[in-house]
């Protein structure tokens, strides 16, 4: 049965597609796409040709679908390390749902931990299936410092930089490149230190990307991972934090 939709947060997952036309460089509307998880972990997927303001809860519960486990989370290998699986997600951590890769950067981190890349603690498995991974929870982006003026003055900016410089640093002598570095994957801690976060674009040196990270921030035609990606990454935050003062 699927889980009940009785507002826009239950919904792990709400997007609108676009696409292009005959070549044309302006964008169509497809569709509306929603995802919803039950306290099992079992998935369920819904679509509609309608804009998503346009559809209402009813409309949300009504098209909602199963999802195969063999379709939603890879395969659980003995490699992974799994966390506490309670139904509940423990205070203070933060479950990500999919997409899951099989190859999981945050299990290298997890054994190779760095005070400035967010801690892992596993991953979640039901009926053998890795449903999610369990990280630190952290509430707070960098974006928020375009707004609170005091917050960015108190932080020690040459710190800051330095933070994030060596939490590359690390995933590089890993082998492993972040490949979307922007304001939105940086968090403040607790004592406003840089907090590295979201590896789905986290790849070893080499390796081809499915996304080519996030527009302005790396470059368009980023097909490949690379340490070039990150250290190029850089200046543009050093500069965007530049501009914020």
Not at 61 to 68: C, H, T
Not at 180 to 187: E, R
Request: with cysteine.
């Amino acid at each position: 049965m699927a889980p009940r939709i009785s507002s826009i947060s239950d919904l792990e997952n709400l997007v609108e597609e676009f696409d292009s036309t005959d070549g044309s460089p302006q964008l169509e509307f497809i569709r509306t796409v929603w995802i919803a998880i039950d306290t099992d972990d079992n998935a369920f997927y819904g679509q509609k040709k309608v804009r998503k303001y346009d559809i209402s809860l009813e409309q949300f519960q009504q098209g909602l679908e199963p999802i195969p486990d063999d379709w939603a989370f890879p395969a659980y290998t003995s490699d992974l390390t799994i966390a506490p699986n309670e139904g509940i997600v423990p205070e203070g951590l933060y479950l990500k749902r999919p997409p899951i890769r099989l190859f999981d950067p945050d299990d290298t981190l997890l054994k190779n931990p760095h005070p400035n890349i967010v801690r892992y603690h596993g991953c979640r498995v039901r009926r053998n299936r890795v449903t999610g991974l369990l990280l630190d929870a952290h509430s707070t982006d960098l974006n928020v410092l375009e707004k609170d003026k005091a917050l960015l003055e108190s932080i020690d900016r040459n710190s800051f930089v330095a933070g994030i410089e060596s939490a590359i640093a690390h995933l590089h002598s890993l082998g492993l490149a972040h490949n979307d570095l922007n304001p939105a994957n940086i968090m403040l801690g607790k004592s406003k230190e840089p907090i590295l976060i979201d590896f789905d674009s986290c790849r070893p040196f080499g390796e081809g990307l499915l996304s080519g990270g996030t527009r302005g921030w790396t470059d368009e035609k980023l097909d490949t991972s690379a340490k070039e990606n990150d250290l190029a990454a850089i200046p543009k935050i050093v500069k965007w934090l530049d501009d914020l003062s």
